[in-house]
């Protein structure tokens, strides 16, 4: 069974512009959770998608925006970049349903100069 | 509203010798509690994780960790570590019931020692 995969793994970006990251769930997987990892912040919550609909929130600002496909397929978005959006940003997916595990993605290295 | 806290973010530790990595929680819902380990440049990976009855989890590479509800604890320990041990830990909480979200400790970096 395939993992989790997450496009690309490595961007470079400058301030003021936008990024797209993609993330392909695990089969059969209807939930996609996104994270962004900072050294000294651990893993901080962006937002998680179940059946295309986002089931879950965190603190972060509009910027940042997700959306879910019919295959299960997401997508984050983050706009206008700040030097501080530079991150690991991981994927996460699982069943979405009862006691479920998440399997994580490998990430996309974000650099923002 | 559920939180972790793990109080070390670096842990030092010579090769075969023990190590425990502290872990605690606050919710106010009965949740279930993980540990994920990652080593350079990848995502993480599930060691163990607690969900009901016995208190003492088994998990993968030879760790183990203990729920203690009392204390609030879920503290991660392997009796003899390996070089290859050497990655980041963390520890993440989720409600019981309902659509909780996962909430991740800020990790703690254990470095095994030749």
Same mark, same amino acid.
């Given at each position: ?113 | ?5 793990? /109080? ?12 425990? /990595? ?10 279930? /509690? ?13 060691? /163990? ?10 998990? @993968? ?41 996962? @909430? ?11």
């Amino acid at each position: 069974k395939a993992g989790v995969t997450q496009t690309p793994r490595y961007l470079i970006k400058t301030r003021g512009q936008q990024v797209t990251l993609s993330c392909s769930p695990i089969s059969g997987h209807r939930s996609v959770s996104w994270y962004q990892q900072t050294p000294g912040q651990g893993l901080q919550f962006l937002f998680e998608y179940f059946s295309e609909t986002q089931r879950n929130k965190g603190n972060f600002p509009g910027r940042f925006s997700g959306r879910q496909f019919s295959n299960s397929r997401s997508e984050m978005n983050v706009s206008t970049l700040e030097l501080g959006d530079s991150a690991l940003y991981l994927c996460a997916s699982s069943r979405g349903q009862g006691v479920d595990e998440q399997f994580f993605g490998p990430g996309t290295r974000l650099t923002v100069l | 509203a559920q939180s972790v806290t793990q /109080l070390d973010s670096q842990v030092p530790v010579f090769e075969e010798a023990p190590v425990e /990595l502290r872990c605690n929680y606050s919710s106010s819902v009965s949740v279930y /509690l993980f540990w994920y380990v990652q080593y350079p440049n990848q995502g993480l990976q599930l060691l /163990l994780k607690y969900l009901s009855g016995s208190t003492l989890v088994k998990g @993968i590479n030879g760790f183990e960790a203990e729920f203690n509800k009392s204390q609030t604890s879920f503290h991660l320990r392997k009796p003899s570590v390996h070089i290859s041990d050497t990655a980041e830990y963390f520890c993440a909480v989720k409600g019981a019931s309902g659509t909780y979200k996962y @909430i991740f400790g800020t990790g703690t970096r254990l470095k095994v020692l030749a």
